[in-house]
């Protein structure tokens, strides 16, 4: 289960609503980042979403946690390489996370 503070990750039931087994072996902190519903607590958890992009001839990868209202934004030359990326900054909780403005330009406190 995730923990708000620490977020210490468990791997998703078998019998979870998205099953995707090369993905959950391939990236398991991301795929349980994404698809964890539920707070060590109990309580419901806001899931992250995962978008991809081109510009140029480089991929963009932004992960976004709307649990913490914040989202992280990296590239590489493949998917996976963006996969691979997101997967190590979970581990090492080193990513660069940007805190999600709302319109007033003020960092938001509450997630979207």
Known sequence: ?????????????DDAPFDDRDFQSKWPTLFDYMFQ???EDGTLRQTATLMFFAE?????????DR??????????????????????????????????KNYNGNSSSTPF
């Open 56 to 64: 140029g001839v480089v991929l963009k990868g932004v992960l976004n």
């Open 67 to 100: 649990a913490f209202a914040r989202s992280v934004f990296v590239t590489s030359a493949t998917f996976s390489g963006i996969l691979d990326t997101l997967e190590e900054g979970l581990l090492r909780n080193n990513l660069d996370w940007r805190q999600r």
């Open 1 to 13: 289960m995730l923990n708000r503070k620490a977020q210490g990750l468990t791997h998703i039931p």
């Open 37 to 39: 519903t539920t707070w």
